[in-house]
Each structure stands twice: as structure tokens, then as C-alpha cells.
């Protein structure tokens, strides 16, 4: 073996390009759900610091961004930040939360943005280095109006979706970004008036891994490419091209992780393979969320009631769509582990495991065949660090999970379980 392939091995090793819920260690688990109580979120900070590692490794040059929405806990955004990352933000409120985690370069993706969101952002951006992306002519004129005239990103409906399912395919949706056959002139407009244009921006949208999603990113890519051609005929040079995130991760253990590497070498290939002059060989930006969160977190919850049906083995657990969104919005799948001791030993049989909310779509999983189990037994529920507690809601009444950080060996809570009585703190007396 050569000095370099023994290296890079080693880097493999220790920074493997995908956990699965098996690599979780489950008495370490089991001792945290004693401790801590369930439902609960656990996050490895470590994890989510050799996601960051690896993304910047295969995108050496570009400019990444974190899309806070994936998860936007404190302690997460202070360790991504610390990885010297910057933050794509899609609120005021993840502008305020980026900035304290310490960011010091800021996003903000203004979709069809609230006057409140605007009128905090502009203020945000005096003080701090913050580009605002817009997504439709409306927004230059709300910005202008209120006196900004700063680093401007022009995000373009691609017209190519991507992603786990057609609620996140973003690319096709009109309600993101201008027209595509638009955008040249929306880039020249913003120009004219006084903006500072950096770049263009698009995103097809979320959990791209398959082939046919990979061929939907460099069909973007390339036309990314070609707009900032047309845009430089009318005069306009861009600095950076931004192709939005969506790098997706294996959910079911037959799903392959992403090869960044081949990931992004296909990447500056489709963008460079327009025009490579200088005035149009801008820098490349990327935007991921999940790619850097999933695998670092789990939920753990407790079962609480077993059921036999002619059909399915009916596990009631103490977490639902309230905590975990996903299975129920997008039929998405998580993998799930029986944390019992002797889980080994016990047979299988087909699972149905289900939340305490009282709507059908709150179940975990279905029919997934599980080591049979019984009335007191902790489950994980892997990939639970991207879009989990960040969607979760209190429907139902239900206070959302505390969340506890695993960071260089220790753990301590990052966020305190909710409480009933925390549920109706903003209510007026009557
Ligand atoms: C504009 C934009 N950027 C980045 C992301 C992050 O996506 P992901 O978490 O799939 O990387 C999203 C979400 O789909 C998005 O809408
Ligand atoms: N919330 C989505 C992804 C983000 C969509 C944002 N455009 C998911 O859980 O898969």
C-alpha cells in the first residue's frame, strides 16, 4: 500500500462517510434514557464536526453554507460555525440564532419574506456580513425601500427538481425563485438599481442520492453555468455560484452513501464546462443541511403498549409525529433499533410502531420486521439530527423532547424537555 492510499484509509476510518443506527452504542443509550427520560433527542457533536470535515475535504474551494433549517440547536450551530463554515438561512429568526452561534458570514434566502423578516434582516446586515437571496422582483423593491442596496444573490427556478419526495423538490415548485427564462434580466435590473450582485442561486431540493437526482444536480449545475454567460453578455460579472444543498444520506441500509468526491468533481465539471474565461469562472457555493446533521442524532423513546393483530405486532411508543414529522408528511423512512439488551436473541416479528397522537399518519414505521418486542423496551430511531426536532410541534398538547449533545466524550443537555405548563406560558390570563 502507498504512504497516500495507507492515509487515506486511515481518514476513512475514522471519518467513515456514513453512521448507521447500529454504530450507535446502545448501553450508552439506555443510560441516557434513564437518565434523561424519553422521548429524547441525542446529537454527537463529534459526528456532525467529521460531517463538516468531509464536505470541506470534497468542496475545497467552494464557499459552504449550513442550511440551518436541518437543525438549528445552539450547540449545533456553535459547532458548525467553529468548523468554519458560514449559514444559509431561511428566517430572521435563523439569521438572529446564526449570528449568536457565531457565524460570521449569513445567507439569508428570502422566500416571499414577511415584512418582520425583512425589517430585522436589513437591520442584521448593517452590522453583519449578510447577503439576502432573492426569489422574486417584489423582494429588490421591499429591500430598496428600505434603504439596502447590499450583496445580492438572485435565486432562479431551475426548473429541475431533485429530492426523497415531491414535497421537497423545490426546483420545479414556481413559488421558489425567478423564472428561469427571467433571471438574466432580474440580475441586470438589480445592477442598474444599485445592488451589489454577487451571484446566482438555485436549489433542486433535498436527499439527493439516487442517479437520476445526480444527473438533476448537474443538469442545474450546468444551467447555472449558462445563465452566468448570459448575464455577462448584459455586463454583469458574478463572483460565486450557489447550487443550493440537498446532498442526501442513506436512510435504508441498502442506500450507498454519497461519493462528495465524485459528487463534487461532477460539480465544477457541469459549471466549468460553459465558458471558462475569466469573467465567467465564478466561485462555487453550496448550501447543505441534512448531509451534515442526519447521522449525528437519534430519538430515542420508550414503548409503552404492545398489541397483537392478525396483521402486525401494533408497538406504541412515547414519541410521535409531534417529535418526528418525517414518516408521517413524507412516508419517510428511518431505520429503527431495539435497544434491549438481549435484542439478539429475540425473534422477529412485523412491527407497527406508533406515536400517542391521535391522527393515523403518527406512526414510525410499518410492518418493519423488529427482535419481538415487549412493553418497557427503549427504541432508536436513526437520522433523527436533520428536520427532527427541528419540525417538531406540540400538537396534541405535547411538549417536544429534550435534547442531549455528545461532544468529545461527555454529554450534557442542550435543550430542556419541554413542560406542559411551558405550553401555555404565552397565553393571556383570563
Ligand atoms: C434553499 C435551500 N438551501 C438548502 C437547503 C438544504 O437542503 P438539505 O438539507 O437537503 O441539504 C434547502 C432545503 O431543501 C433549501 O430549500
Ligand atoms: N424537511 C425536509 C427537507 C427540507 C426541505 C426544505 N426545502 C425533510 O425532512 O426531508
Request: charged share 25%; net charge negative; proline share 5%.
Amino acid at each position: 500500500m502507498t504512504t497516500e492510499a495507507a492515509s487515506t484509509s486511515s481518514v476513512a476510518a475514522v471519518n467513515p462517510p456514513v453512521r448507521r443506527l447500529a454504530d450507535w452504542p446502545a448501553a450508552d443509550l439506555r443510560d441516557l434514557a434513564t437518565e434523561h427520560g424519553t422521548p429524547l433527542y441525542v446529537v454527537d457533536l463529534d459526528r456532525v464536526r467529521e460531517n463538516a470535515v468531509r464536505l470541506r475535504q470534497a468542496f475545497l474551494d467552494a464557499e459552504i453554507s449550513y442550511a440551518v433549517k436541518a437543525n438549528a440547536i445552539g450547540s449545533v450551530l456553535e459547532t458548525i460555525a467553529d468548523a468554519g463554515l458560514g449559514a444559509e438561512c431561511a428566517s430572521a429568526g435563523e439569521v438572529v440564532r446564526a449570528l449568536e452561534a457565531g457565524f460570521d458570514r449569513v445567507r439569508y434566502t428570502a422566500v416571499n419574506p414577511p415584512a418582520r423578516d425583512l425589517d430585522r434582516v436589513v437591520d442584521l446586515a448593517a452590522d453583519h456580513e449578510v447577503a439576502i437571496t432573492i426569489g422574486a422582483s417584489d423582494t429588490l423593491d421591499r429591500l430598496a425601500e428600505r434603504g439596502w442596496t447590499g450583496e445580492l444573490f438572485v435565486r432562479v427556478n431551475p426548473g429541475v427538481g431533485a429530492g426523497h419526495h415531491e414535497k421537497v423538490r423545490t426546483g420545479t415548485d414556481p413559488k421558489f425563485g425567478v423564472p428561469d427564462e427571467r433571471a438574466a434580466a432580474v440580475v441586470s435590473e438589480a445592477a442598474e438599481r444599485g445592488f451589489d450582485v454577487r451571484g446566482l442561486h438555485a436549489h433542486a431540493g433535498s436527499g439527493i442520492l439516487n442517479d437520476d437526482d445526480l444527473d438533476s444536480h448537474r443538469a442545474l449545475v450546468a444551467r447555472m453555468g449558462e445563465l452566468v454567460s448570459e448575464v455577462a453578455d448584459a455586463g454583469v460579472v458574478l463572483d460565486t455560484v450557489n447550487v443550493g444543498g440537498g446532498f442526501g444520506v442513506p436512510y435504508r441500509e441498502s442506500e450507498s452513501p454519497l461519493d462528495l468526491d465524485s459528487l463534487a468533481a461532477a460539480t465544477h465539471e457541469a459549471l466549468d464546462s460553459v465558458d471558462g474565461s475569466d469573467d465567467r469562472d465564478p466561485a462555487l457555493g453550496i448550501e447543505p443541511g441534512r448531509y451534515l446533521v442526519a447521522d449525528a442524532g437519534v430519538l430515542v423513546t420508550r414503548a409503552n403498549t404492545v398489541k397483537s393483530t392478525p396483521e402486525t405486532t401494533i408497538v406504541g411508543v412515547d414519541c410521535g409525529m409531534t417529535d418526528l414529522l418525517r414518516p408521517a408528511l413524507y412516508d419517510a423512512h428511518h431505520a429503527i433499533r431495539l435497544l434491549a439488551p438481549d435484542a439478539a436473541e429475540r425473534g422477529t416479528v412485523s412491527t407497527t410502531v406508533v406515536g400517542p397522537v391521535c391522527e393515523s399518519a403518527d406512526a414510525l414505521a410499518r410492518d418493519r420486521e423488529l427482535p419481538a418486542p415487549a412493553r418497557d423496551d427503549l427504541l432508536a430511531v436513526g437520522n433523527a439530527g436533520a428536520y427532527g426536532y427541528e419540525m417538531a410541534s406540540t400538537y396534541n398538547s405535547r411538549p417536544r423532547p429534550a435534547v442531549i449533545a455528545l461532544d468529545d466524550g461527555e454529554s450534557r443537555v442542550c435543550v430542556h424537555r419541554e413542560t406542559i405548563d411551558d405550553l401555555t406560558r404565552l397565553e393571556v390570563d383570563r
